[in-house]
């Protein structure tokens, strides 16, 4: 049956995929996205697939904005029956320059050089608010149309760093756990008027984000890159094509009896301890 897809941060790597795999199945898709151009390049692209899909400006952290994109919504496809809620990330702010602090780097006044002591509680606030009320928001404005009715569900995008915080990203890390946290949490309040909620956590995509940590300019691997691959016992980084197969089960009725599941995608990084 046709559904209603909204996808916010849909005009990035991961959700504009998810974005073009759920039209494929004959789903309306609403591309949400701050950039309103890079929505609209996304929808266009799926139309021109043959697939149905709007491009919408919203910012999940302004709840008018999230009101109006509804309005758009609502008028192009009718009620919402799945919300993927995919905008999120890290930035520079809420981020150390070393794994480990030692006593020496408390000297290093190198320009941009940051310790735990230097992190920027305005930083770290960007980074929660983006991943965590940048899902709450929209939940609060999408989930109302899915009250009662049949087949609804919500899809949060959490990370693997949300089972163990990775070194050096201490706000994304603890952002993302509150975002695995609040989809247990709402699986269980939203269970009584029928929509399940459940998150994926994936581990390494390489992105335009995280391209130039990962790899040099000729395409080889970084130190952290290695370090990476190296702790990946399927050896490789994901593409976002391996997150459409767990999309399209738990958005659908395959999965009718799952909620409040994070479920890894991350080639066996979070199962496997290194050794
Ligand atoms: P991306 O940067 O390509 O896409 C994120 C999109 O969100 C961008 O198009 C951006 O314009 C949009 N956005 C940013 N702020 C917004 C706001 N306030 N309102 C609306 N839209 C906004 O990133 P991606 O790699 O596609 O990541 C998608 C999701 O997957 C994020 O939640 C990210 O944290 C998560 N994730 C990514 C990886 C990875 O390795 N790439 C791993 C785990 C989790």
Not at 83 to 93: C, D, R
Not at 255 to 260: P, Y
């Amino acid at each position: 049956m046709s559904k209603t897809i909204v996808l916010t941060g849909a005009g990035g790597v991961i959700c504009s995929t998810l974005a073009s795999a759920l039209a494929k199945q004959g789903h309306k898709v609403a591309v949400l996205d701050l950039r309103k151009d890079a929505a609209d390049k996304v929808a266009e692209s799926i139309k021109k697939e043959g697939g149905k899909a709007i491009g919408v400006a919203a910012n999940v952290l302004e709840k008018e904005s999230l009101i109006q994109a509804k309005k758009e919504v609502n008028d192009a496809f009718g009620k919402c029956d799945i919300l993927v809620n995919g905008a999120g990330g890290n930035h520079p702010l809420g981020t150390t320059s070393n794994p480990y602090l030692v006593a020496e780097d408390l000297m290093n006044k190198d320009e941009g050089f940051k310790t735990f002591f230097d992190l920027d509680a305005n930083g770290i606030q960007f980074v929660f608010n983006l991943n965590f009320i940048g899902t709450l928001l929209p939940t609060q404005v999408f989930a109302m149309d899915m009250v009662g009715r049949e087949g609804c569900s919500v899809l949060n995008i959490s990370s693997m760093n949300a089972f163990t915080p990775l070194t050096k990203i201490p706000a994304y890390s603890g952002a993302k756990a509150a975002v695995s946290n609040f989809t247990q949490w709402l699986a269980v309040h939203f269970s009584k008027v029928g929509i399940r909620v459940n998150a994926l956590a994936p581990g390494f995509f390489l992105t335009d984000q995280n391209r130039t940590l990962l790899t040099k300019e000729d395409g080889s691997l970084t130190p952290r890159g290695n370090q990476i691959i190296d702790q990946t016992p399927m050896g490789r980084f994901g593409e976002p094509e391996d997150l459409v197969g767990t999309t399209l089960w738990l958005c659908g009725e395959g999965a009718s009896f799952v909620t409040g599941v994070v479920i890894p995608i991350d080639g066996g990084f979070a199962a496997y301890s290194g050794v």
